[in-house]
């Protein structure tokens, strides 16, 4: 049986080897699970719980009852996905809900991004937008607050590309919350270097 590639990062890459195929759905994001890392069992939440985040990406890409080796920085970790419940879809959830899920990563993130864990910080970033980008059959005012929620978070995940030295990813999350909140103009231009556009704002987690 083939491996799964996770990433394909030169410096760090990560690989299951799969041990058992599971039959059951594949995980998501913000899903609840029993899982067995090396042989000991804990109930989690992907994207909330403080697992490495090589082992949650690995647990991302395995369905309810696979069995694998989570393979990277010459590590290998034995996990097997036991149950899974997965969560409701993000358009399933009215505007409250979206609101307040998107809230909860935000503040997730914003604290991984305090203490530099930029990964984590991106990826509960992510989380959160998967919510807050949510706006088909909704009206202009539930349109205009999810955009409102989305401007913190794309602001904070441009702030970690500038501080990782992608300068494109950070005039693409800038741009986004340009394109619904033109008014939203750059706070801290002065700080970014010229080859990024001066049309675009970059600021830290608040």
């Known amino acids: 049986m083939d491996d799964i590639i996770v990433s394909n990062d030169r410096k760090s890459p990560i690989t299951i080897k799969v041990?058992?195929?599971?039959?059951?759905?594949?995980?998501?994001?913000?899903?609840?699970?029993?899982?067995?890392?090396?042989?000991?069992?804990?109930?989690?939440?992907?994207?909330?719980?403080?697992?490495?985040?090589?082992?949650?990406?690995?647990?991302?890409?395995?369905?309810?009852?696979?069995?694998?080796?989570?393979?990277?920085?010459?590590?290998?970790?034995?996990?097997?996905?036991?149950?899974?419940?997965?969560?409701?879809?993000?358009?399933?959830?009215?505007?409250?809900?979206?609101?307040?899920?998107?809230?909860?990563?935000?503040?997730?993130?914003?604290?991984?991004?305090k203490s530099k864990e930029y990964q984590k910080a991106i990826s509960r970033y992510q989380c959160a937008l998967k919510y807050s980008a949510v706006k088909y059959g909704l009206g202009p005012r539930e349109q205009e607050q999810l955009a409102e929620a989305s401007a913190p978070i794309q602001n904070n995940l441009a702030a970690i590309a500038m501080i990782q030295n992608r300068y494109h990813d950070c005039i693409e999350h800038t741009t986004d919350v340009l394109r619904s909140q033109p008014e939203n103009r750059p706070l801290v231009t002065q700080t970014l270097p010229s080859r990024v556009s001066r049309t675009t704002s970059c600021r830290s987690a608040d």
């Open 19 to 113: 041990i058992e195929q599971g039959t059951g759905v594949a995980a998501e994001y913000d899903a609840t699970a029993t899982v067995v890392i090396d042989g000991k069992e804990m109930d989690i939440r992907l994207g909330t719980d403080n697992l490495d985040i090589e082992i949650e990406q690995c647990l991302q890409k395995m369905n309810a009852g696979m069995k694998g080796l989570c393979c990277y920085s010459d590590k290998e970790v034995e996990v097997f996905l036991k149950t899974l419940k997965n969560p409701i879809k993000p358009y399933d959830l009215d505007i409250d809900d979206k609101l307040s899920t998107a809230e909860a990563h935000r503040l997730v993130g914003n604290e991984f991004f």
